[in-house]
């Protein structure tokens, strides 16, 4: 099968799939509470308690309810958002900008340090350095991410001072539009290099954090991958020839190991939309991880249901962007159906 | 389709069966892994002090899962007299929370792991043995819930149900089941074609048979491997959402705890977050290390590496 035809195929799946998943996640939804809990007040009197309810066609059957959750959803309605006290549509590009913006940077920083070290791992492979690669890998999956954040930020923003939280400082912001929502975009788009510096100021230390988990499995992938091609025929050509060890790695066998190593990248960017959500909650960023954060201990099906659509959204669209990357890059890949 | 966003191994692992047989090898093999016994022995410290956690502190009544309140020592620092780590904001003992809270984790962790194991392993083996359409409708309901990373899932279940500490098993454990079903399904697809199963069917075994006794026992071992990380993955992941506030408030959980000491952290009251957060991270890392160490001593191809 041709990579045009196979990115057809999947570009015409990925509809199907989320109509599926929204199916899944409204079914949940109504197992729970009732979705009106969140808009009771006190004062409102039993008529209006029913009124709400007609609102939510909670009288309805479930497929209808659905039906008229999802058209309501196709039209750009998606409910009124508890806990923000807005249209979910007013308030959802600004979040999800915000977050995106810090998934990504910690996304480049994930994938640059995860390959530089496994590539450092094994080369040296059954040394030292390789087992502290390990160590520093395993651990990266086993350490708290909120735990780490907290320790982080008593040394960055307590002791040192380095970091404040938040995601920009009031002042040097006044002036300035948001035509994105990413930040670092706006800044320059406004042609101002303070508010640049501002955004990144606030920017790198979530990053790092966020980061530090998702390079663990690039790490891991790219040593055994890297190690598989060391022991290739070519490997031992390029070695004959009298080329340095150095350029063994950097121009031949890094570039191969690469291949398989593009593949944990869709799931390595699972981990940082996970992550992103305490990462978010610690240092105070406004995005959808801390949105949803709130959202679920209040309740507010309507926010709930937002974060999971755009997040499957994000996810499938950055896995299908690595699946047809990996079969663009190698070519033996067998394109299923 | 979505096969490639979620590689299977490619490696073959040796049977378990074949591997029980010469079970003092497997043992022998681990001894030499530092890694895997030091895993190993935190993980046999964490499971005594769960079992014996009333000898080691007093439980506390009515509800023993309820933090103490000392009211007289709030945000005590670790040392003071009965307060050997200190206590939280609220004058709950802090050693308290980490001993009883290992009980939570091994609830935890227990059943979430027997839940995703049972249902993942029926659904990929049906998947993969029956083939056909049945394969093709499970593994499409397999896709849909893999379109949401699994944490977000779990959150979201875990916020609709309401915030409680079952709720959060509950959705970890509705959630996390495609993982071993991809992994079982691929599995049993591999062992299927294999000679044995052939000649198996030639003498006339039924399908059950050979499924039970040939296919079964050669595709269980990535399970074991993957399993064990999961005991490590799943503290993680409830601890997470303990932080987030989906457990009741003062419920002996280590990621409680964390988020009950968050507040001093600025102040300098670092104990209570991060004797709380150590004990997630020790939970998790000695069973990622003893199950990674598994996975090399299962792997035939790991031994020359």
Do not use: C
């Not at chain 2, 043995?129 to 959150?155: K, S």
């Not at chain 2, 915030?163 to 062992?191: C, D, K, Q, Y």
Request: charged share 15%; aromatic share 10%.
């Amino acid at each position: 099968m041709q990579v045009r035809e196979y990115v057809g195929r999947r570009l015409f799946k990925l509809p199907l799939i989320m109509i599926a998943m929204s199916i899944l996640i409204f079914g949940i939804s109504r197992i729970g509470a009732s979705p009106i809990g969140i808009y009771l007040e006190h004062e409102m009197t039993p008529a209006e308690v029913v009124e709400l309810e007609e609102r939510f066609n909670l009288n309805d059957s479930l497929p209808e309810q659905y039906w008229a959750w999802a058209t309501g959803v196709v039209r750009g309605d998606l409910g009124w958002s508890g806990v923000s006290t807005a249209p979910v549509s007013d308030v959802l590009w600004k979040f999800t900008a915000a977050s995106m913006e810090l998934a990504l940077v910690a996304a480049a920083f994930g994938i640059v340090a995860g390959i530089g070290l496994g590539t450092y791992a094994g080369s040296r492979r059954d040394k030292p350095g390789d087992h502290i690669t390990r160590i520093i890998a395993i651990s990266g999956a086993s350490l708290p991410l909120f735990w780490l954040a907290l320790l982080v930020l008593i040394f960055f923003y307590v002791i040192l001072g380095w970091a404040p939280t938040g995601r920009y400082d009031v002042n040097t912001w006044e002036t300035i539009s948001h035509p994105t929502g990413f930040y670092t975009v706006d800044a320059l788009l406004n042609g101002s290099w303070t508010a640049f510096g501002d955004a990144l100021s606030h920017l790198w230390l979530p990053a790092l954090v966020l980061a530090y988990g998702a390079m663990g499995p690039i790490a891991r992938i790219m040593r055994s991958s890297l190690v598989d091609e060391l022991e290739k025929d070519y490997v031992d050509a390029a070695r004959a020839k009298g080329l340095p060890e150095r350029l063994v790695i950097g121009r031949h066998a890094r570039r191969n190991a690469m291949i398989p190593t593009v593949t944990v990248i869709g799931h390595a960017f699972g981990h940082l939309l996970q992550g992103s959500v305490v990462i978010e909650l610690i240092f105070q960023w406004p995005g959808i991880g801390r949105w949803i954060a709130t959202a679920v201990l209040r309740g507010d099906q309507a926010t709930i249901l937002a974060f999971v659509l755009i997040t499957s959204v994000i996810f499938l669209t950055v896995n299908l962007i690595v699946d047809v990357l990996y079969a663009y890059l190698d070519r033996r890949v067998e394109l299923g159906t | 389709m979505a096969d490639i966003a979620h590689p299977v191994p490619t490696v073959r692992f040796q049977t378990l069966r074949a591997r029980s047989a010469r079970g003092g090898e497997i043992f022998r093999a681990s001894l030499k892994s530092p890694t895997m016994v030091g895993g190993s022995i935190v993980i046999i410290l964490m499971v005594l002090m769960a079992v014996f956690a009333p000898l080691i502190i007093e439980p506390n009544v009515p509800d023993a899962y309820q933090m103490p309140r000392d009211y007289t020592a709030i945000n005590a620092p670790p040392g003071t007299p009965g307060h050997l780590l200190g206590t939280t904001p609220t004058g709950g003992d802090v050693l308290y929370g980490v001993v009883w809270g290992s009980r939570m984790s091994m609830r935890l962790s227990v059943i979430v792991v027997t839940v995703v194991v049972v249902v993942g392993v029926t659904v990929g083996s049906i998947a993969g043995f029956v083939g056909g359409w049945v394969d093709e409708v499970l593994m499409r309901i397999v896709d849909v819930v893999l379109a949401i990373p699994e944490l977000i899932l779990a959150l979201a279940i875990a916020g609709i149900l309401g915030p409680s500490f079952r709720n959060i098993i509950l959705a970890l454990a509705v959630s996390g089941w495609t993982g071993f079903a991809r992994l079982m399904r691929a599995e049993v697809l591999h062992v299927k074609l294999e000679e044995y199963v052939d000649s198996a069917r030639v003498i006339g075994d039924s399908r059950w048979r050979i499924f039970r006794k040939d296919v079964l026992p050669n595709s269980i071992s990535p399970i074991v491997v993957l399993a064990t990380l999961s005991m490590g993955k799943y503290v993680l992941f409830g601890a997470t959402l303990a932080f987030i506030g989906l457990a009741e408030a003062g419920l002996t959980e280590w990621g409680n705890l964390v988020a009950d000491g968050q507040t001093g952290i600025a102040s300098g009251r670092w104990w209570t977050a991060t004797f709380g957060g150590l004990m997630v991270f020790l939970w998790a890392l000695s069973f990622n290390l003893v199950g990674d160490g598994l996975r090399d001593v299962l792997d035939p191809r790991s031994e020359t590496r």
